[in-house]
């Protein structure tokens, strides 16, 4: 049974400093991998979908890779801003199946 | 303006009571979901749709009905609300697998 693990549960970094968050799954078998942030109250906003095919995807200030072998993904954000500050969570599907397993997210706060 | 809405957005009821959460979406997605996010579980998928008239389990499925009569709706239904099912319900979106979900705002849902 794929298992998603999200260290660490939290994270407090001051404004500016450029940082990872990772996220490790236990079947190496996946479809594709998503990370998603969510604010306080609100739903979930994706932030870059990355295929089982890819190594990296770029948005901006986010870069997420993938390392199928190992069971990782990591998000990069450069130059964190207090605007950053929310939980990030990551999810996998497997293949042929719309359900996705989700990590029980990284809180981050970015101190101004 | 185009998107997922849900509604309500807070909900209060009591043991036994039926309750009825909406989602409606302007993208005509194929894909529809409902997720439960509860502190201690994470995110946890409850039905999904891939089209029209075809509807699925997820992974805690007892005690909800779902219908998806025309694409653009999905409601949730608890049939005899319990204690248990007090939570964030999410409802979200995807064109094919291969791309992102796109999530709404949730129902805060209270079960007295």
């Known amino acids: 049974k794929q298992e998603v693990t999200q260290i660490p549960a939290a994270l407090s970094v001051p404004e500016g400093e450029n940082l990872v968050l990772n996220c490790s799954f236990t079947d190496s078998a996946i479809y594709n991998l998503q990370w998603f942030r969510q604010d306080p109250g609100k739903g979930l906003t994706s932030l870059l979908l990355i295929q089982s095919s890819q190594r990296e995807q770029t948005s901006g200030r986010l870069n997420a890779s993938l390392d199928k072998s190992s069971g990782r993904s990591t998000l990069y954000i450069a130059a964190s801003q207090p605007g950053d500050s929310a939980t990030y969570l990551c999810a996998v599907s497997m293949d042929s199946n719309y359900q996705l397993i989700w990590g029980a997210g990284t809180k981050l706060i970015i101190k101004p | 303006d185009a998107g997922i809405t849900q509604s309500p957005r807070y909900k209060i009821t009591e043991t036994g009571r039926q309750v009825t959460l909406m989602c409606h979406q302007t993208w005509s997605h194929s894909y529809m979901f409902w997720y439960r996010q509860d502190l201690g579980h994470g995110l946890r998928l409850i039905y999904y749709?891939?089209?029209?008239?075809?509807?699925d389990k997820g992974e805690v499925p007892d005690g909800y009905v779902v219908s998806r009569s025309k694409t653009e709706n999905f409601p949730l239904t608890l049939e005899s609300a319990t204690r248990s099912q007090t939570s964030v319900y999410f409802c979200?979106?995807?064109?094919?697998?291969?791309?992102?979900?796109?999530f709404g705002d949730g129902t805060r849902l209270s079960i007295l």
């Open positions: 749709s891939a089209a029209a008239d075809i509807t």
């Open positions: 979200a979106t995807t064109p094919t697998i291969s791309q992102p979900q796109h």
